[in-house]
């Protein structure tokens, strides 16, 4: 599966060692990688907890578009993307996406487009904890 959303903590190095890429793998001659983690500061502010939400199926459905729209622009592999959601801490891994092609420059841009699309357009909902208040996160950070 080249898609998953998981409520559940998650390895993203054992993710990899354990994910054989769909492609031949004589065509393979790079890998790309990004891996998220949760940060305890934002806007200035700490963060204790973060509660990410999404709509089952939807978001899937959102990634996989994302994931075929990669694939197709860089004539990839392959490409995964694994994301948490849930309560989430600081440092615990939240996204990890990964791209196989056959040259370097594919999998580097296709990894970095699969990030910032998925940070702008997948339906993903972040409520911040901050000691005793909350807030909803209205826009993600910049790159």
Same mark, same amino acid.
């Given at each position: 599966?080249?898609?998953?959303?998981?409520?559940?903590?998650?390895?993203p190095y054992?993710?990899?060692?354990?994910?054989?890429?769909r492609?031949?793998?004589?065509?393979i001659?790079a890998?790309?990688?990004f891996?998220?983690?949760?940060?305890?500061?934002n806007?200035?502010?700490?963060?204790t907890?973060?509660?990410?939400?999404?709509?089952?199926g939807?978001?899937?459905k959102?990634?996989? !578009?994302? #994931?075929?729209?990669?694939? %197709?622009?860089?004539? =990839?592999? @392959?490409?995964?993307?694994?994301?948490r959601?849930?309560?989430?801490?600081?440092?615990?891994?939240?996204?990890l996406?990964a791209?196989?092609s056959?040259?370097?420059?594919?999998?580097?841009?296709a990894?970095?487009?699969?990030i910032?699309?998925? !940070?702008? #357009?997948a339906?993903?909902? %972040?409520?911040?904890? =901050?000691? @005793?208040?909350?807030?909803?996160?209205?826009?993600?950070?910049p790159g």
């Amino acid at each position: 599966m080249t898609v998953r959303i998981t409520a559940e903590p998650f390895d993203p190095y054992a993710e990899l060692a354990g994910y054989t890429p769909r492609g031949e793998a004589n065509r393979i001659g790079a890998a790309a990688t990004f891996i998220g983690f949760m940060r305890d500061l934002n806007e200035g502010d700490d963060i204790t907890t973060m509660e990410l939400e999404h709509y089952p199926g939807m978001t899937e459905k959102a990634l996989e !578009k994302l #994931r075929d729209e990669a694939v %197709k622009r860089w004539e =990839l592999a @392959d490409a995964l993307i694994v994301h948490r959601v849930g309560k989430l801490s600081p440092t615990d891994p939240i996204v990890l996406v990964a791209a196989w092609s056959g040259h370097r420059v594919a999998a580097l841009e296709a990894c970095r487009f699969l990030i910032e699309e998925l !940070k702008t #357009r997948a339906p993903f909902w %972040k409520k911040e904890q =901050l000691g @005793d208040r909350e807030r909803w996160v209205e826009h993600n950070t910049p790159g």
